[in-house]
């Protein structure tokens, strides 16, 4: 899995610490789905997809409920972040979003909120985006690390640990 490699390469940056209780979401498995733990936090993990017709990159994250129905993930049973993997060709990154962002943001399911199952992601190397997907550039960028050539260790144990 790309992104599970990605995540373990930058795990020597911060100190070679180990994942534990690794389980792969089996339901989101086209997109790397993951659940993992690191360091006392618990995270999901995905792989975002280029699409052909649209700038950006597209990733799900959705469950099935008690009537084996399609939901969005619940802010009270989520992990602490969700881990976005961006890998095309050379360009490379990851959005590392706290789950109270996802659910400010609406894409976290909650008690005044239905939440989304997929959403879509602006690395900061996409440019001459319309308005809206500018918008959505605009709060998702401080959540992000091009890891395209060097890696910033401080901007990555803040995102990862903060």
């Known amino acids: 899995m790309k992104s599970i490699n990605l995540i373990k390469e930058l795990l020597n940056y911060l100190g070679k610490l180990s994942i534990s209780k690794i389980k ?7 997109y790397e789905g993951t659940y993992f733990e690191l360091n006392g936090h618990q995270y999901r993990s995905r792989l975002a ?6 700038k950006g990159y597209f990733v799900v ?23 976005i993997s961006v890998i095309d060709g050379h360009l490379q990154g990851q959005f590392i979003f706290p789950k109270s962002i996802l659910l ?4 976290l399911s909650g008690p005044n909120q239905t939440g989304k199952m997929a959403t879509r992601v602006y ?38 640990y903060s």
């Not at 792969?24 to 086209?30: D, F, G, L, R």
């Not at 997809?49 to 649209?54: D, L």
């Not at 400010?104 to 894409?107: A, D, L």
């Open 24 to 30: 792969v979401e089996q339901q989101n498995a086209a």
């Open 49 to 54: 997809k280029m699409t052909p017709k649209k």
């Open 61 to 83: 994250f959705w469950e099935k409920d008690d009537k084996n129905q399609n939901q969005p993930y619940e802010f009270a049973d989520s992990p602490d972040k969700l881990i």
């Open 104 to 107: 400010e943001k609406g894409i």
């Open 123 to 160: 690395p900061s190397w996409v440019k001459d985006l319309n308005p809206s997907a500018q918008k959505t550039q605009n709060w998702q960028v401080p959540y992000f690390i091009d890891l395209s050539s060097e890696v910033d260790c401080h901007i990555l144990k803040t995102l990862y």
